[in-house]
């Protein structure tokens, strides 16, 4: 498959403005001008463009949305705090493809009657933060941004807003806090973002891959678009694969790749011919899979047939020197530190099952300890203000379902195997 | 007190928002540069220059994780040994910075040259073991690389 979202990238002067446009960059963002926004809208709908931050929400449904309120202005906020472990999608491209991003966005901002954008950079990306900024003035200066883009009259402005260090800022409503200058705490919806989002105007959040996907789409348009990959949320993906693979790093391929030719064919297999153990296949939140379960289409639609989801596509291998409860247990350690405090069921719930699995990783599990496990991720489950909650309960409820053993075996013996 | 430097770019930054409120992130950033900790005085200064109150800047300034509220070392080092960094060795670099540096996660070495924060998660999951020293990353680290690149910093 050509490369869209990582095209140029080994050049390394890619994020520089002159290399992009010689490259084919920039010549969408007129095109789409010349078109009615509800016409640019029409394309992302015929494309089938699915948000890949992680939901797989329909984009054009939530662009008319936002088009349909009647308040002004209007802002587009792209979701660049990239912070589910196992993900490093976004970061190419905001370090080394920028100005796609840029196009991508002031597109999608021309569609949306959105003057104003902002990219929630998370605090962990220093380089790009210099990047984008430098990208953006670039932008401006070739009128790309500004007050009349193209010579049209369309206005779109856009900066940078620099996250401090918080995963929950990924949720969209959390995200819309921190960038009021408030803490990252989900709001209750309804009301949605795209009738009262951020300075509580119509607001449509989307993820850095998923803006990043509109300069190609409006060049080839949105039918021709929509045959790459699976039929039912079409388009490249961004696999990111990282643990014990013997080539882990980032793979541009069709939407819907087989999780196994991703692990065996593009990463050349599990490290130093060891045995699989297990994979999560989209970032720590999503359920984990064992070696029998990995023969399945990576995407929105059929990942859930196979007990997981596409999730962020971040894919983590494991073999079989890894210790799955050691695992569970720094996940959930993860989900406790980044709880935001706001709902009870998610703030206690984190923490109770951190200190369980604490414990039965270090030998001093109780008998019954696995059900005591499975009945606070119920209580978890399902009873949150956003889904951080069901991501940490959802990490146990399938550790244990597919490694009950282990776990078992950890409380009866007193000691961990695997690691000591 | 912010040094004029500061003050003009807190000014540009304003303008970035349409109220004050919203830019209390990266002035709370600046602040931290300035006063290389937010310390009450950093949250006094900030406080004034936006007009938002001081129990919300604090409020707001403690829920996040980069915003330091302690004197740090010179060098931040940054070491994530989140799951794909930990199957891959990190612990075992947590291990090696408090045997060979004396660094502690969360402390400082008694000269002040580093402190040491765990990450959760750096977005190099694909080269880990990684951290960030201050600004930059460092991939695919080992003992011995991690020795070798923390010489660079004095």
Redesign the interface.
């Known amino acids: 498959m050509e490369k869209v979202l990582l095209k140029n990238i080994e050049n390394p002067n890619s994020a520089d403005i002159g290399e992009y446009m010689k490259a084919g960059g920039y010549r969408s963002l007129p095109k789409a001008i010349g078109m009615v926004p509800k016409d640019v809208i029409e394309e992302v709908k015929k494309a089938g463009l699915r948000g890949r931050g992680g939901a797989g929400f329909p984009v054009a449904m939530k662009w008319t949305f936002a088009s349909a309120d009647p308040k002004f202005p209007k802002y587009l906020l792209c979701n660049a705090d ?7 999608k ?2 190419p491209i905001l370090e080394k493809n920028p100005h796609l991003l840029i196009e991508g966005m002031a597109i999608s901002g021309f569609a949306l009657s959105a003057e104003y954008g902002y990219i929630y950079l ?6 790009a933060k210099h990047i984008l900024e430098k990208a953006i003035k670039q932008a401006y200066e070739k009128g790309f941004l500004g007050d009349n883009i193209a010579g049209k009259g369309v206005k779109f402005h856009l ?1 940078v ?7 929950i800022c990924g949720e969209e409503t959390a995200l819309i806090e ?7 705490q989900p709001r209750i919806k309804p009301p949605f973002p795209v009738n009262v989002g951020v ?1 509580a105007r119509p607001t449509v959040v989307n993820n850095v891959e998923t803006l990043s996907n509109l300069p190609y789409l409006i060049e080839v348009g949105g039918e021709a678009y929509a045959k790459i990959g699976s039929p039912e949320c079409p388009g490249p993906k961004i696999y ?5 693979v013997e080539r ?3 793979y541009e391929l069709p939407m819907g790749t087989n999780l196994k030719d991703i692990i065996y064919t593009h990463c050349g297999g599990i490290k130093g011919g060891r045995k699989l153990k297990a994979v ?1 296949p989209g970032g ?1 939140s999503t359920p984990v899979l064992p070696p029998d379960k990995i023969d399945c289409l990576m995407d929105f639609v059929n990942m859930p047939k196979h007990g997981s989801m596409l999730g962020s596509g ?1 894919v ?1 291998v ?1 073999d079989d ?2 210790c799955l409860v ?2 569970c247990y ?2 959930l350690k ?1 989900f406790e ?2 709880s ?1 405090g706001k709902c009870t069921p998610c703030r206690e719930g984190t923490g109770w099952l951190r200190k369980i699995l604490g414990r039965i990783e270090n030998g001093e599990g109780m008998e019954g300890d696995v059900d005591l496990l499975l009945s606070i991720s119920g209580n978890v489950l399902g009873k949150t203000f956003c889904p951080l909650g069901d991501g940490a309960a959802s990490v146990v409820q399938n550790f244990i379902k597919h490694f009950r053993p282990e776990f078992e075996e950890h409380i009866r013996n007193k000691t961990c195997k695997v690691s000591g | 007190m912010f040094s004029e430097n500061a003050k003009k770019e807190l000014e540009e930054i304003r303008l ?1 928002y ?2 004050a ?6 002035a ?2 600046v602040a931290q540069r300035e006063f290389g900790w937010l310390s009450p005085d950093a949250y006094e200064t900030v406080s004034d220059l936006l007009g ?1 109150p001081k129990a919300i800047a604090r ?2 300034g403690t ?5 330091k509220h302690k004197p740090a070392g010179r060098n931040m080092v ?1 070491l994530c ?4 960094c ?3 060795g990190a612990e075992r670099l947590v291990d090696f910075l408090k045997g060979k540096y004396g660094l502690e996660p969360g402390g400082t070495t008694q000269d002040g040259r580093f402190s040491l924060v765990i ?10 073991p990684a951290m ?1 020293v201050n ?3 460092y991939e695919d680290l080992t003992e011995k690389r991690i020795e070798e690149i923390l010489e660079r910093y004095k």
């Open positions: 990239e912070g589910e472990p196992g993900t490093f976004d970061r998370r605090g962990e990306y220093p380089a900066a807003h620099q996250g401090a260090g918080a995963y921190s960038l009021e200058g408030d803490k990252g300075f990111c694969v990282s643990g014990h882990p790093g980032v999560i720590i971040a983590i494991m020197t890894v050691k695992v720094r996940a993860f530190h980044e935001c | 970035k349409p109220n409120r919203a830019a209390l992130l990266p709370l950033y938002v409020g707001v829920f996040y994780a980069m915003y940054q040994t989140n799951v794909s930990m199957i891959l990450m959760e998660c750096i977005g190099a999951c694909g080269t880990a960030l600004d930059d990353f």
